[in-house]
């Protein structure tokens, strides 16, 4: 059947990679269930006012900010705390209908997207600090609580939670797909912030994966379940608390700016700041193509380079010893001198460019969409991966868009493709999908941060193996046996 299908597909132009991807995707989109039954239960648990199937709700909590499609839930549910959680999972575990969680629908994976329809937990209304431990160091929260919303309660106590993505995202959809960002090159990343989980399974046990009110900064008790949940993508269970390390605010912070001559001598660069020992704060790369998007966008005039953008924090003498020592380096591979942003509203100016350069490159092609990679590998095959990615981007005939949280081997290429042109986005995901490879093949990660989600599937038993994708599998039966759990994301079962 395989064979004459191939003949037959050969006569038209059509795949069959194309016609399975198809086939699975109606297959996953056409579940059989009863939401009606849903629907009536949970209108007798909750108040008619945090269900919604009105459709302006449903579209808004269809996409996140990916490329892919919008997918509407049949139900949106509004829960105000754990137990509320554990009932609409009871529920639908008991009628076998799909659940998403959504966060602030930030991600950039497709991960909240209803690809089988269902019931989406919209996780706004649980936004409490659940308890603040100034003197331990560490904050308990609820899903509807932000990166920056918590930082701003935080702001007088001289503490501050670093991991940032850029995007105001939740706390804890952060936890769920182990994001970073910026900082990870000194603070690491959530799996390295988080202290212990409430989390929410399919059959709506609420289990602490540390134990409950644990805030112990380290443990040898038992299976690591908090890293289990942590980057799970909503697939194991729904986060409905998370204890999160806190860091002291630093004495003082520089940012600086250095250009390059080459992509080439700017990767290196970098590199050799690493291995040199220096404790810069963020390190991030953009190239001239991204530059150019952030000036028009955030109204700047950075010179149109392969650039470096650094941060160094601390005291105020160790900060300019820091700083003279990565100019030192920086220069050996043909850097220009550094241009410093010392003042507040100058240094939030740059980081704010840099955060918004996502959006920016968006704005360069009003309506097109845009792929984004997050590849990550180790830092001595840094300089390698992405010369060689570069080197695909542009065979393919795409521009590279190349931003990168290089202190930590990660970085980004922007794809933009023409949805009104047939077969661009499927183009700029083969190319994603070879960028992905050749990390793989240099010993690194097709997701530094983002998360599988949707797109990155096969990636996934390319990176990991057989034998431990299918290991993964039987955890995900075990935990969630009717699949009701975020389907089609991550893995298939």
């Given amino acids: 059947v395989i064979l004459l299908l191939n003949r037959v597909m050969s006569t038209t132009g059509v795949r069959l990679c194309q016609l399975s991807r198809v086939i699975r995707k109606a297959s996953c989109r056409y579940v059989s269930y009863n939401i009606g039954n849903v629907e009536n239960e949970l209108s007798a648990l909750l108040p008619a006012d945090r269900l919604s199937n009105k459709s302006g709700i449903l579209d808004q909590y269809s996409k996140d900010e990916s490329h892919w499609s919008a997918t509407r839930p049949n139900l949106v549910v509004f829960p105000e705390n754990a ?21 602030t629908g930030t991600g950039l994976e497709g991960g909240t997207t209803a690809t089988q329809g269902g019931v989406t937990l919209a996780m706004c209304n649980m936004s409490k600090i659940v308890s603040l431990n100034p003197e331990d160091f560490d904050v308990t929260v609820q899903p509807g609580v932000t990166r920056i919303g918590l930082n701003n309660e935080l702001r007088s106590s001289g503490l501050w939670f670093p991991i940032d993505p850029g995007a105001d995202a939740s706390l804890c959809g ?30 709506g046990t609420i289990i602490h994966t540390q134990g409950r009110g644990n805030r112990a900064r380290k443990t040898s008790a038992g299976y690591n379940l908090t890293n289990l949940f942590c980057g799970s993508e909503g697939t194991l269970g729904i986060i409905t608390e998370a204890t999160l390390r806190l860091h002291g605010m630093p004495e003082a912070s520089v940012a600086a700016v250095c250009t390059f001559p080459s992509l080439k001598n700017a990767v290196s660069a970098s590199t050799a700041v690493i291995q040199c020992g220096l404790p810069v704060a963020r390190m991030e790369l953009l190239d001239p193509a991204s530059i150019r ?28 010893s820091q700083a003279e020592a990565a100019r030192d380096i920086a220069q050996e591979f043909g850097g220009g001198e550094f241009q410093f942003a010392k003042e507040t509203e100058k240094r939030n100016e740059l980081w704010e460019a840099r955060h918004t350069a996502y959006w920016a490159i968006l704005a360069t092609k009003p309506g097109w969409k845009a792929i984004i990679t997050d590849i990550c590998v180790p830092i001595s095959k840094m300089t390698e991966c992405i010369l060689r990615c570069d080197e695909v981007i542009h065979e393919h005939g795409f521009e590279s868009n190349i931003v990168g949280h290089v202190g930590d081997g990660n970085f980004h290429t922007v794809l933009m493709c023409d949805p009104s042109k047939a ?17 793989i093949s240099l010993n690194g ?28 599998k039987t955890l995900k039966r075990t935990l969630d046996p009717n699949n009701i759990l975020n389907p089609g994301k991550v893995l298939d079962p």
């Fill in 423 to 439: 077969g661009d986005k499927e183009r700029a995901r083969r190319v994603s999908e070879e960028l992905g490879r050749i990390s």
């Fill in 445 to 472: 990660t097709c997701t530094g941060e983002h998360g599988i989600g949707l797109g990155k599937k096969t990636l996934l038993e390319r990176e990991v193996g057989k034998e431990t994708l299918d290991v993964m």
């Fill in 293 to 320: 998007a952030c000036n028009a966008f955030s109204n700047l005039s950075l010179s149109e380079s392969y650039t470096i953008f650094f941060e160094f924090a601390g005291s105020e003498k160790g900060i300019e």
């Fill in 83 to 103: 137990g509320e959680v554990a009932e609409v999972l009871k529920t639908c575990n008991n009628n076998k209908v799909p659940v998403t969680a959504f966060g």
């Fill in 174 to 203: 952060m936890v769920a797909t182990s994001a970073s960002g910026t900082n990870a090159v000194r603070y690491g990343t959530m799996r390295d912030n988080v202290l212990n989980l409430q989390v929410v399974l399919a059959d």
